[in-house]
């Protein structure tokens, strides 16, 4: 089985910066998508940024966050990472990475963290 550890979320004042890190460890061929979400309090779970390997690293980010995220993963290591500045309030949620992964056992499967929060006071 393959494991997604998150870590770097918190408090922040607005306008500041944080930087979330997804460790993902265990059954791992290869990483053939990964992405971050986020989910604020009685709202639905939200795309906030994703990249795809499979197409080429195409890398798609939600409106909301234009500009002020940016996903990344560290060559050689299956870590990946989304920078935010300029953050808003708005921005409060648990945050959740995601990885679409292809097992040496052959499956691929889709593994999620179990979150992280972050809140930005105004």
């Known amino acids: 089985q393959v494991q997604l550890v998150e870590s770097g979320g918190g408090l922040v004042a607005a306008g500041g910066s944080l930087s979330l890190s997804c460790a993902a460890s265990g059954n791992i061929f290869s990483i053939d998508a990964m992405g971050w979400y986020r989910q604020a309090p009685a709202k639905q779970r939200e795309l906030v940024a994703s990249?795809?390997?499979?197409?080429?690293?195409?890398?798609i980010y939600a409106d909301s966050v234009k500009g002020r995220f940016t996903i990344s993963k560290d060559n050689g290591k299956n870590t990946f990472t989304l920078q935010m500045n300029s953050l808003k309030p708005e921005d409060t949620a648990v945050y959740f990475c995601?990885?679409?992964?292809?097992?040496?056992?052959?499956?691929?499967?889709?593994?999620w963290g179990q979150g992280t929060q972050v809140t930005v006071s105004s």
């Open positions: 990249i795809t390997y499979t197409s080429g690293g195409r890398i």
């Open positions: 995601t990885a679409r992964v292809l097992l040496r056992t052959g499956p691929t499967n889709d593994y």
